[in-house]
């Protein structure tokens, strides 16, 4: 839950122009929002998480001046804060994100952005309102650096276009290191809900598809009978609206001699040429994954991506947020990969 990628500095604004806040420690990716948007050079004004010690990862931003507070609303009440930052337990981000969206200030929660379409329906309407931004920290692309680094590569065209995408997504349960709602459904929304948001907005993002059907999903708990609520395997397949095809594995069995959290792995097939993106290891070899495998027309190559690329998504972002543009993320892409992980998760709960 606490995975962290190393972040160089990549300041894109003066000290102090981007002011934001950390909250809801619930989900350790909130350390990896934090630092992100950190190292683009936004400011840390405030942290709220009440469980002090979650907030040791972030000791040097308190002594740097990141000013600790006991109540939310201290946060929302301050007109110089432009975002507040979050990764509340699933089925609570969105109530706490249209608090923010209320008093002025854009939103970037933690994946799934939402449990349910009633919660997305709200955020749709709020947004269009108060023509504030909600933006959801999909980590699996904008947090690794091969991931983001074959879409740059499939937007020049080195693979033509994109006809199929095949991602495997394994994780480690570590049981017993998990809070409680990490095991009852009605707070994490189901396994294609939750990680499935991950590998739908890389279908979106690869494909530069807007909209998908989904053909087939499928859940299951078939090996923690201990935990009822858990889902612990999850699949779906999707056509999506430029006529590819996508299919995503999901699942809480990254075997215990893995050294890493999980072999996250994607295959985009296009019509010039393929590649195959090892995210977080390379099996059997050293120095880790971060590594894109290209073949086209012209090349057979390995691609390094580690500590070459950083993590421009979060730079952009900040941008967005003082520009007023869209050029990390538009908000239709962000809630439409939530929407068909949760349109997924609604057939294979059906099934």
Not at 60 to 89: C, N, R
Not at 241 to 259: C, E, I, M, Q, V
Request: glycine share 10%; net charge negative; proline share 4%.
């Amino acid at each position: 839950m606490n995975y962290l990628p190393a972040m160089q500095p990549a300041p894109v604004v003066e000290h102090g122009e981007f002011v934001f806040a950390s909250t809801h420690f619930d989900h350790g990716h909130i350390y990896g929002q934090t630092r992100g948007l950190v190292n683009a050079g936004g400011v840390c004004r405030y942290i709220y998480e009440p469980r002090a010690d979650k907030l040791e990862p972030l000791r040097d931003l308190i002594q740097a001046g990141a000013k600790v507070v006991d109540s939310f609303d201290e946060i929302l009440d301050d007109p110089g804060v432009h975002l507040v930052t979050s990764a509340a337990i699933p089925n609570e981000r969105a109530g706490i994100g249209l608090r923010v969206l209320d008093a002025g200030k854009d939103y970037f929660t933690d994946k799934s952005p939402f449990t349910t379409l009633d919660q997305l329906e709200q955020a749709r309407t709020k947004v269009a309102s108060t023509h504030r931004k909600y933006m959801v920290c999909y980590s699996e692309r904008l947090c690794s650096e091969s991931a983001w680094q074959a879409g740059v590569l499939i937007h020049q065209g080195v693979i033509g276009r994109v006809l199929q995408i095949l991602n495997l997504a394994p994780h480690n349960l570590a049981a017993a290191s998990r809070p409680d709602w990490f095991f009852r459904k009605e707070c994490y929304g189901g396994i294609i809900t939750d990680i499935g948001s991950h590998q739908f907005e890389q279908f979106l993002a690869y494909s530069g598809a807007t909209d998908a059907t989904i053909n087939f999903a499928r859940v299951a708990n078939f090996g923690n009978p201990a935990y009822p609520g858990l889902e612990d395997f999850g699949e779906a397949s999707l056509t999506l609206n430029t006529g590819a095809s996508a299919y995503s594995r999901l699942d809480w069995f990254n075997p215990k001699a893995s050294r890493t959290w999980g072999d996250g792995r994607t295959f985009i097939l296009g019509d010039k040429g393929y590649m195959e993106l090892r995210k977080n290891i390379d099996v059997t070899r050293e120095g880790g994954g971060n590594k894109i495998f290209l073949v086209n027309d012209e090349v057979e190559a390995e691609i390094g991506c580690d500590g070459k690329i950083g993590f421009p998504f979060f730079g952009q972002f900040i941008l967005d947020v003082l520009n007023r543009t869209e050029n990390a993320m538009t908000q239709a892409h962000a809630f439409k990969a939530a929407e068909l992980s949760m349109q997924a998760q609604a057939v294979a709960d059906r099934l």
